[in-house]
């Protein structure tokens, strides 16, 4: 009479349970690749929109001069642009209130983000965007990136 065989050996268990967790590892790898591209495109598209706002703004008052501050309740237009700016600070900078922006002849926005917490991201009216290449703060424009 045969002795039949139930269940697995311990060897065999142990390695099914490598293979998963080799598996799982790639798997997280991958995925939090993925929450960095989503976090790194979601900025980008909020700093363009922003942009949009700006670009919107000067072409209908021929200027930037106060997009930074803010105005009064005779500037609608004005102050949406300033709570945008803030807007975007809120969301994506690591102190809400750790951004800069310069405004006149040209417009320049800039914050810490807390992807990349030493490195700044910024948008210009030059066309300029950057996403943490800069180690300071910029002065007129952003590198392209």
Known sequence: MKKCKRGFTLIEL?????IVSLMSSIVLVALNDARQKARDAAIKQSML????????????????????KGGNENQPERNAVFNQIKAVANAFAINPDGYGCEHGVYFIVWFHTYINPDKYACIDSLGGLSLGELNEPPTVNCPSA
């Open 14 to 18: 142990l390695v099914v349970l490598s």
């Open 49 to 68: 929109n922003l942009k949009t706002s700006i670009e919107n703004y000067y072409t209908k008052d021929s200027t930037y001069a106060g997009i930074c």
